[in-house]
C-alpha cells in the first residue's frame, strides 16, 4: 500500500492563481480531511468528507473547495490563492465514515505552498 | 470548544535520558487521544492511540496516559536517542466533525 499520497510536494503561485492539491489514499478509507499546518497556529481543519459524494466544511474553510466523486481521491482546490494561504497542507484518512474509538488518521507527506 | 495545550514547547536533553512530554486538553468528552511524531519536512506518523476508556498504552520505549478527569495525557519515552528528536504532537478526537484537535508540539532534541 502507498498509503496517502499528496502532489505536488511543493507549489508557489501568484496572488489570484487558482490550483488544485491532489491527495488520494489506496486503503479504502471512508473519512479524508484536509488541514493546514501554520506556525503557532498548530493543525487546523479545511474540509472534510465521510464518504464519496459527502463533503463538509471544517474549522477554515473560506478559500478553499473539495469534492469526492471517489472513495480513492479528494483534492482541495483554490479559487483564487492569497498570501494567507501560504501554509503547509496536510490530507489525511481513517478507515470509518465518521470518527470511532479506536481508528488512526493516516497522514500524507504534506504540499508546501507558498502564495506570493 | 476543544483547547489542547502541549508544554514545553521545546525540550533538550542527553542521550539515554527518560522524559514525559505534556499534553493537556480542556473538554474531556473525547473518543482518543493520539500522538503523533513529525520529522522537519515530513507528515505526521501516529505513535499511540488511547481510546477515552483506557488509561495507557505502550509501544516498545513510548508510553501514553490518559487522565480525562483531569484534562490530561503524557507521553513517556524511556532511555532517548537521537532518533527521537523530532516534534511530538498531540491530539484528541471528538465532536460531530470526525477530526483531530491539535496541540502545537513540543520539539524534541536528544543530544549524543
Partial sequence: NA??????????????????????????????????????????????????????????????????????????????????????????SQKGGLAGPTDTQYFGPGTRLTVL | KQEVTQIPAALSVPEGENLVLNCSFTDSAIYNLQWFRQDPGKGLTSLLLIQSSQREQTSGRLNASLDKSSGRSTLYIAASQPGDSATYLCASLGGSQGNLIFGKGTKLSVKP
Avoid at chain 1, 472534510?48 to 479528494?74: H, K, L, M, W
Wanted: hydrophobic share 30%; charged share 15%.
Fill in chain 1, 3 to 92: 498509503g496517502v499520497t499528496q502532489t505536488p510536494k511543493f507549489q508557489v503561485l501568484k496572488t489570484g492563481q487558482s490550483m488544485t492539491l491532489q491527495c488520494a489514499q489506496d486503503m479504502n478509507h471512508e473519512y479524508m480531511s484536509w488541514y493546514r499546518q501554520d506556525p503557532g497556529m498548530g493543525l487546523r481543519l479545511i474540509h472534510y468528507s465521510v464518504g464519496a459524494g459527502i463533503t463538509d466544511q471544517g474549522e477554515v474553510p473560506n478559500g478553499y473547495n473539495v469534492s469526492r466523486s471517489t472513495t480513492e481521491d479528494f483534492p482541495l482546490r483554490l479559487l483564487s490563492a492569497a498570501p494567507s494561504q501560504t501554509s503547509v497542507y496536510f490530507c489525511a
